[in-house]
């Protein structure tokens, strides 16, 4: 749950802000613009002082979907348990977002997670490395047009024979 | 020419007396990465016991080893490891790829899985299953020491022969045409 309070002085500070609630759970749609100060009020202001997850949805031929990523951010107050959804929608050329690291230490692996599956570029990263896949690896594959079976990076080894070893 | 040799006298090829020896002191690598590996250790535990057929030392460093057990899925990132851990066992060497991930990348027909180690390793005996009952991968022990003493040699020249390596190579790039077509 969310404390009333917070939600009104969240609102109160960034009045174009969306709010919806689902089972409990409130959720701010927030404009890839006010992503960071949103983010800044949240930790120093309202003392939601653990990211508990960074992560991405693609809405590519969903229904009824305009953008194409759903970014988002799962907070927590370890104070008072109340925990705060904030999501962003982003689309393929202007998909870099700000990077909440200098916020929260553990933003850097959760956005490189991001990064190398869903190719979303966090700007002010100090290290924006793949984490997951191959450093070879050129494709982001948790987006919805890449194959499942891939572009033939799982053959792409040398054969080792009974003569060579 | 008849030699008379006494009763505790047996005469015998080196290759054979060779090939016997190695047949019953199979050192395995277990190279589990996934449910499989479970099966594996309890082949080795007390109820299956291998070592009723000579290969229950397991060692973890692929310079004590002669058998490598691959079980269970093989993703792309572990490849280079796996290859990098064959190329370190000492020969004479074999491998069984335990389970239908290792063999044929199984229901993980996915980006990342590695479509069979044979396409990249050679593979001595495949065991099916998902995963195998250990009585399985007893039998392709039991097997693979069939092998080894019907056409192992002392030096190894059944590793090299061309006709082998030739049946081999045809095989893995038939199978290299099939997905790229």
């Known amino acids: 749950m969310t404390d009333p309070a917070t939600i009104a002085a969240l609102k109160e500070a960034f009045p174009e802000l969306g709010f919806s609630e689902f089972r409990g759970e409130t959720r701010v749609v927030v404009p890839r613009s006010a992503v960071y100060p949103v983010l800044q009020t949240l930790k120093e202001k309202m003392a939601f002082d653990l990211l508990v997850d960074v992560t991405c949805v693609d809405?590519?031929?969903?229904?009824?979907?305009?953008?194409?990523?759903?970014?988002?951010?799962?907070?927590?107050?370890?104070q008072t348990n109340e925990r705060i959804t904030v999501r962003t929608f982003v689309n393929d050329p202007e998909s870099t977002?700000?990077?909440?690291?200098?916020?929260?230490?553990?933003?850097?692996?959760?956005?490189?997670?991001?990064?190398?599956?869903f190719g979303i570029r966090f700007s002010g990263h100090p290290d924006l490395r793949r984490i997951l896949l191959p450093e070879e690896f050129t494709a982001h594959p948790l987006r919805k047009d890449y194959p499942l079976q891939g572009l033939g990076e799982r053959h792409n080894f040398p054969v080792i024979t009974r003569a060579e070893s | 020419m008849a030699v008379d040799l006494p009763d505790n006298v047996v005469v015998t090829k080196l290759d054979e007396l060779v090939s016997?020896?190695?047949?019953?002191?199979?050192?395995p690598m277990p190279f589990a990465t996934a449910c499989c590996g479970i099966e594996l250790m309890a082949t080795g535990a007390s109820r299956h016991d291998l070592a009723r057929f000579g290969a229950e030392v397991f060692r973890f460093s692929p310079r004590q080893c002669d058998l490598m057990i691959v079980a269970g899925r093989v993703v792309m990132k572990m490849l280079p490891v796996l290859q990098r851990i064959w190329l370190q066992m000492h020969e004479p060497k074999w491998c069984i790829s335990m389970?239908?991930?290792?063999?044929?990348?199984?229901?993980?027909?996915?980006?990342?899985?590695?479509?069979?180690?044979?396409?990249?390793?050679?593979?001595?005996?495949?065991?099916?299953?998902?995963?195998?009952?250990?009585?399985?991968?007893i039998q392709a022990i039991i097997d693979l020491q069939e092998k080894i003493q019907r056409e192992g040699t002392m030096f190894g020249r059944e590793f090299t022969a061309p006709e082998r390596q030739k049946a081999k190579l045809a095989l893995r790039e038939e199978g290299r045409m099939r997905d790229e077509g």
Request: charged share 20%; glycine share 8%.
């Open chain 1, 97 to 117: 977002v700000p990077s909440v690291v200098s916020l929260w230490k553990g933003a850097d692996w959760l956005e490189r997670e991001v990064w190398d599956v």
């Open chain 1, 59 to 78: 809405y590519l031929h969903y229904r009824d979907a305009k953008d194409r990523f759903g970014l988002v951010y799962l907070l927590a107050n370890a």
């Open chain 2, 99 to 137: 389970g239908a991930c290792a063999s044929t990348g199984g229901v993980f027909d996915t980006y990342c899985v590695v479509q069979g180690i044979d396409r990249f390793l050679p593979v001595d005996m495949y065991v099916p299953g998902c995963p195998p009952r250990p009585e399985q991968l």
């Open chain 2, 20 to 27: 016997w020896c190695r047949k019953h002191s199979l050192w």
